[in-house]
């Protein structure tokens, strides 16, 4: 897409006009973007004070993946700031920051009889439902893909204008003019930011805006893991020294503090409680209904949780979930249902209506998303708007839930993002924002909703259970001929796509998992180049609402091709690298990445005893591609599943923060390991087994193995790298126990079948 001045967001907040949206055809937005006393606002995406500190806004939500250093740093690189004197801000709501690929990607949710029309990143449609939402979502790594040409441009925009300041005072071109460490130099000559800034916003930016010939990155094999860094994290002082706030830091004058309890999964109502047994509470105030969870409001939380405790709530539930029930369902689809026929190649019809020379069965428990941070909230209610303190990865979803709560106007809903300690996905969801909005009415003062971490498993939303068969035709060598992937899940995208969009509750979204659903089967589509290939994805019903989780579809379909790989490898007495490689002459790319990732692992072919095994997954969002092999080295012992290490090789492209790109790697893997030892339940009753973080055997620090993590360099746009960490651990987990000595594992967690 050409850049031009009416396609960027500039100017308009140093004249207090509108400002105009990076699309095809520009809307325009009230500035969202306000300055401080001293400082100019440019647009929608910086601001630089008299002082020369240049203060970037991220509209995204920072849950420990970097995003407030990554976009700060790409906006700080083109525009030639001093790192030094770069700061970081939360961006308000605004459609000038939609996340158009975002909404393409999601085009069957907002728009599902027409969703191809809306599909692609460039789509207008897309742009246009993107920029009216407003969408701000963040999800599926979109964040660069969405936002870095708009910050690069506007930086750019900034740029010149300082340079056409600078030049005015020196009586030169400003095109011989350059930005370094904050300052613009020519020649000899050099002025701060600080000197220019109010005169820069006179200017107008050239059109389109002058870019830097190179875009922002790093190289990583210069970026050593341990050594200085070029551009350290924005958060990491404030997070090493406690001063960084979370969600549940938020302290406001004469604040007041709840806990709750909600009633059981299903169709759930609140019956009847005994209010007697509070009498002791000191510093209880009030006790809030709603239709399924009770509340109790006190001066601190401790009291309000053990006035609830006392309570004990009764709760009235129709259709409970169970995991009998579940597993029931999803094998009878498995057998039976029918099924939406995702993907194809070839003639597999053909192919696969003879005799399966290997079939195995893959069965994946829900998966618990165990944040560090419970859902948590805070709200202020006065002269009818609402204010809200909260972490989300949706925020104006989470607008619209709080205003249908109180039966207002959602632009009387003013939301304050907060970084969330932890999310995997979970902040998009918001059940506590609108319990928190009718707590704070009843009350009427500020109130801080906390859920426990018991209520984070009874009411949070897990991963969708499934069941799949995959079936091979092969040909006398060993080689793969022929593929059927046949996986049996609620239609989850859908189901979250109605809490999301419309605002309905959990249990009121299951008629939507009956739809075929290609994001459920995600992944299920082999790197390899199979002749013959089917994906089906079986949609069922189950009483259990199943939501969104780090890695998605990709931590399980991932888990069951790779598996399956190696058993074919097996029965083929072929070792696992040369099996895959042979498949892979189509994706040089990935190649690269499994023989790297085997040389720096001391790969001696996974043979009996070794305890080596690996796996590697390419994934592909908004048009963009990203690879990653694994090696891992693991063992089983009677603690359960010991990781030694993990060795992973990336080709993600353009490297924006080689040290960020590493940590999401590291990040990623360690989350997987956590799916593959446990982060599960089985429910009763409705109930979840599993109430303590404890009890989820996710690993601790002396669990976690060596990471070794490399980078194929490359020049394509930027891939969001953590997904694809969390796809391959487990696979190359499972098959590492394999070549250990352990039997064949095809359970998510690894070991909830063997016991």
């Not at 085009?107 to 191809?116: F, N, Q, R």
Request: proline residues 7%; glycine residues 8%; hydrophobic residues 45%.
């Amino acid at each position: 897409m050409r850049v031009t001045r009416r396609g960027i967001l500039l100017g308009a907040g140093a004249t207090g006009g509108l400002i105009l949206a990076w699309a095809l055809t520009p809307r325009s937005f009230p500035p969202p973007l306000s300055a401080a006393e001293g400082e100019v606002a440019f647009d929608a995406w910086l601001k630089i004070g008299r002082d020369g500190v240049v203060t970037v806004a991220v509209p995204e939500l920072e849950m420990g993946q970097g995003i407030t250093t990554l976009i700060p740093q790409i906006v700080a690189q083109e525009l030639g700031a001093d790192w030094r004197q770069v700061a970081v801000e939360p961006a308000p709501v605004s459609g000038a920051y939609a996340n158009a690929p975002l909404a393409a990607r999601w085009s069957a949710l907002w728009l599902p009889l027409l969703s191809g029309l809306a599909d692609e990143p460039d789509d207008l449609l897309a742009r246009r439902f993107a920029e009216g939402e407003p969408f701000t979502a963040t999800a599926d790594g979109t964040s660069l893909i969405a936002h870095e040409a708009a910050a690069r441009a506007a930086a750019a925009s900034a740029r010149a204008m300082l340079a056409q300041a600078a030049a005015d005072r020196w009586g030169v071109a400003w095109e011989e003019c350059d930005a370094v460490d904050g300052h613009i130099v020519h020649a000899k000559r050099r002025l701060p930011f600080a000197q220019l800034v109010e005169e820069a916003a006179g200017f107008d930016a050239p059109d389109p805006p002058v870019l830097r010939p190179r875009p922002p990155g790093e190289n990583p094999a210069e970026v050593l893991p341990g050594a200085s860094l070029r551009f350290p994290r924005l958060d990491l002082p404030a997070k090493v020294d406690g001063s960084f706030n979370f969600a549940g830091d938020v302290r406001l004058p004469d604040m007041v503090y709840a806990a709750i309890r909600h009633g059981p999964i299903g169709d759930t109502r609140l019956g009847g409680y005994d209010t007697g047994q509070t009498r002791g509470v000191q510093g209880l105030l009030k006790l809030v209904n709603g239709p399924s969870w009770l509340a109790a409001v006190a001066t601190d939380w401790w009291a309000a949780e053990r006035a609830l405790t006392l309570i004990a709530p009764r709760f009235a539930a129709q259709d409970r979930a169970g995991t009998a029930a579940c597993e029931q369902a999803l094998e009878e689809a498995l057998r039976r249902g029918r099924a939406s026929r995702i993907a194809e190649s070839g003639e597999p019809d053909a192919w696969l209506s003879e005799k399966f020379e290997h079939v195995a069965h893959y069965r994946v428990a829900p998966a618990l998303h165990a944040t560090l941070e419970t859902a948590t909230a805070t709200a202020r209610l006065a002269d009818g708007k609402l204010e809200l303190w909260v972490a989300t990865q949706a925020p104006q979803a989470a607008r619209r839930a709080a205003a249908a709560a109180l039966d207002i106007a959602v632009e009387n809903v003013v939301l304050y993002p907060m970084p969330a300690g932890g999310s995997f996905d979970r902040r998009l969801e918001h059940d506590h924002v609108a319990e928190v909005a009718v707590i704070a009415r009843q009350v009427g003062k500020p109130v801080q909703l906390i859920w426990s971490r018991w209520q984070e498993h009874v009411a949070g939303v897990p991963r969708t259970p499934a069941r799949s068969v995959l079936a091979a035709r092969t040909a006398s060598d060993g080689t793969l001929v022929a593929l059927k992937v046949r996986i049996a899940a609620p239609a989850s995208f859908h189901e979250f796509g109605e809490r999301l969009l419309e605002g309905k509750a959990p249990h009121a979204g299951r008629h939507a998992q009956l739809q075929g659903d290609a994001m459920t089967v995600e992944g299920a589509v082999p790197a390899y180049a199979i002749p013959h290939l089917v994906v089906e994805h079986v949609p069922a019903v189950i009483p259990l609402p199943t939501a969104r989780m780090h890695g998605n579809a990709h931590g399980y379909t991932c888990f069951m091709v790779e598996t399956f790989i190696d058993e074919l490898a097996a029965r083929a007495r072929r070792e696992p690298l040369s099996y895959r490689i042979a498949m892979l002459g189509h994706d040089v790319r990935l190649a690269n990445c499994l023989q790297r990732a085997a040389t720096l692992a001391e790969w001696n072919g996974g043979a009996a005893g070794s305890g080596q095994g690996l796996a590697c997954h390419q994934m592909t969002v908004a048009g963009r591609t990203g690879r990653i092999a694994l090696v891992a080295a693991a063992r089983q012992d009677e603690r359960g599943i010991r990781v030694d290490k993990l060795t992973a090789v990336a080709d993600i492209g353009r490297v924006v923060n080689a040290d960020i790109a590493r940590q999401q790697i590291e990040g990623g893997l360690l989350f997987a390991l956590g799916m593959a030892r446990g982060s599960s339940t089985a429910y009763a009753d409705g109930l979840p087994l599993t109430g303590r973080l404890g009890m989820l055997n996710l690993p601790q620090l002396a669990d976690c193995p060596e990471i070794e993590v490399d980078f194929i360099a490359g020049d394509d746009d930027p891939f969001d790298p953590a997904e694809l960490a969390v796809a391959v651990a487990a696979p190359a987990i499972a098959n590492a126990l394999f070549a250990a000595g352990s039997t064949r594992l095809r359970t998510l967690p690894l070991l909830a079948g063997s016991a």
